[in-house]
């Protein structure tokens, strides 16, 4: 039987987001946006406020548009749950820009803590290497967030990595709402200020 998870989920994404660069980050809606606001708010950027499931793809299509760049989408193990073919669909184009985190503390947090299919077994690492990703792995100690980190901006291919976090009650650290404003300051930040208006 493997440990609970005990990471702390915010501490985790703030680590990760140290010396970020310029790291084109999608946010999945709930915590993991919140737990990236609470780091900064960035005009590179995207936090999804709703279509659950779409966050990995939404990191596929910003990983196309700007191949120089990294792309990191941070999302929970719910949100990628409910888009398990979104995995299949990125391992078969393989951006090797793009890095997909998934903090998985097995359970609905937003609805009321309902366990996930991970709390029962499911090894979202072992689905993502099955759908054909190069690399994926599951992080539950401290000190793999350091090399994690440090894949996320070396490494030159797709990946994906799992950590088991803690189910915590963070204060909300809420990112703006408006998603025409959400897109026009990243294509902004860019692309330049002329271009929210082409």
């Known amino acids: 039987m493997t440990p609970a998870p005990h990471l702390n989920r915010r501490e985790v994404v703030t680590a990760l987001l140290a010396g970020r660069g310029d790291l084109l980050v999608v946010a999945g809606l709930g915590a993991t946006a919140w737990d990236v606001a609470s780091v900064a708010d960035h005009p590179l950027d995207f936090p999804l406020w709703g ?69 029962f077994g499911a090894d979202i690492a072992a689905i993502a290497l099955a759908c054909g990703f190069p690399n994926a792995r599951t992080a539950r100690e401290a000190d793999e967030i350091e090399p994690l980190r440090e894949d996320i901006h070396q490494l030159d291919d797709l990946f994906l990595a799992v950590i088991k976090v803690a189910p915590t009650d963070d204060p909300k650290a809420l990112p703006p709402r408006d998603g025409a404003y959400l897109k026009n300051r990243m294509r902004a930040a860019l692309l330049g200020p002329q271009a929210v208006f082409e």
């Open 51 to 119: 279509a659950m499931g779409g966050a990995a793809m939404v990191g596929l299509g910003l990983a196309f548009a700007q191949p120089s760049r990294k792309v990191l989408v941070i999302t929970g193990d719910g949100e990628i749950l409910m888009g398990m073919g979104s995995l299949a669909t990125i391992a078969a184009q393989r951006p090797r820009n793009l890095r997909v985190v998934v903090m998985d503390n097995e359970c609905y947090a937003e609805t009321g803590l309902q366990r996930t299919h991970t709390a």
